[in-house]
């Protein structure tokens, strides 16, 4: 791939403006991925203490600090944060808004302002679902299921139009995705020249665009019902609560690959670049990605397997779900295939990725024993299923987030981190992460149910255990976080564009680029990932 140079002319886009004004109504897409950083990086701490809380809690069979509504209170709070302010919005929003134009060769998305707008949709939902603590919190779980949701308390009603709003932030993400990508690739960028981390937000904004209004809908019924009375979901007024399951994992199916396929792009990425060889099975990757898009529509009711649904619907679903995991078998196969005879360099994005691969892999498997219709009706509600749902989001998602959060650091700030605390964070929250969850599987299938506050002694070594491997994952976290703003603020200046020996665009520019990203459109005459 061949690309125009450039040369920064005294400044960057950090430093091309000065006051908080500039940032709060700026329109580059760079500034706005920092802006991300900010505000996700604060959810994530939020949300990760309640998560440390509720181990707390759960070290003894018996209450220790929190009454049972004071537990569920917890649990809504650390779920609804993670997943709506956290790890739907944390790779596509921040690294996404980052590396997109820069990848493509643009000098920023399609739509900047609607890119500044759909920050200000995620803060300001996420400030009301804050605002709904002083109305005493929710306790409801994250997945707010009626009917229960429709009879609780008053603060419902705000976070519920929080996660309404937040919503919005998604949708224009993806719209501004879906024409960037379209519209402004530079010259001789053809679709089967992208970047597979690109590739990967197309196939994730398909799923923002279509899949985000139907919960946007429910949720506005939701609304409506407690409001006005409008049996909806009730039974009691003549609603169907089964309805809203409906609604809501036609979209939280599609979205567990809206945190997923993100995170496998940038693993895409730092595979390549760290085994210092040409990306093994391009084309299938790419299209894995969109096969994966698709699946992500039909599988919804295997979270419904104990609803009351037919045993014909049960099978259809489960043979989907299934399905769901060949175009996820290509990607694990091409990335191992990529390592293998590489020169495989254990620098942290490395690490970070290897991590996703070994958790993810678990995680994949085990949501095949719940695709199962017999196995899953044993195991429901149980804590085979937190320890699944954990081992895919935080050892998926969310370990490919950090992992492309420390690649392009050195291109985000012009600085570079320290790589020896890097890699003990990357070790940390491995370790800490499957001690934590593993015991979960344990118990999950011994019969111990998921939600509850107290539990029989038989399970205490489980549980004592999880909460030891908290208090490391959690170390581990906060370690990479203040590697990454030490970082920032005292790492040693960047002096190459390319540290990484990386082959994509954004890596022939400098460190951190120029407001305009490039000085002059690069024009592209190969494939990206070739090595020579």
Known sequence: MSQSDTHSHGGNYINCEKGLWSWLTTIDHK??????????????????????????????????????????????????????????????????????????????????????????????GAAIVVLSLFWGGVDTGWTFYTPYSAKSSDAVTLVVLGAFVMGFSSILTGVNFIVTIHKLRAPGMTMMRLPLFVWSLYATAIIQVIATPVLGITLLLLIFERTFGIGIFDASMGGDPVLFQHFFWFYSHPAVYIMIIPAMGIVSEVISTFSQKTIFGYKAIAYSSLAISAISFLVWGHHMFVSGQSGFLGKIFSIL????????????????????KGRVKLDTPMLYSINFLSLFTIGGVTGLFLAAFSVDVHLHDTYFVVAHFHYTMLGGALMGFFSGLFYWFPKMSGKMYDETLGRVSAIMTFVGFNLTFIPQFIMGSQGMPRRYHTYDGVFAPYHITSTVGSWIVAAGFILAIYVMVRGMFKGIPCTEKNPWGGTTLEWSIDSPPIHENFTEIPTVTGRPYEYR
């Open 321 to 340: 779900t299934m399905l769901v995991g060949v175009p996820t078998a290509i990607k694990m196969f091409n990335w191992v295939a990529t390592m293998y």
């Open 31 to 124: 500034r706005i991925a920092l802006m991300y950083f900010i505000v996700i990086m604060a959810f994530f701490l939020f949300g990760g203490l309640f998560a440390v809380l509720l181990r707390l809690e759960l070290l003894t069979p018996e209450p220790l600090f929190m009454t049972g509504d004071m537990y569920n209170r917890a649990m809504t709070l650390h779920g609804s944060i993670m997943v709506f302010m956290v790890i739907i919005p944390g790779v596509p929003a921040l690294l996404g808004n980052f590396a997109l134009p820069l990848m493509i060769g643009a000098k920023d998305v399609a739509f900047p302002k609607l890119n500044l707008g759909s920050w200000y949709c995620l803060v300001i």
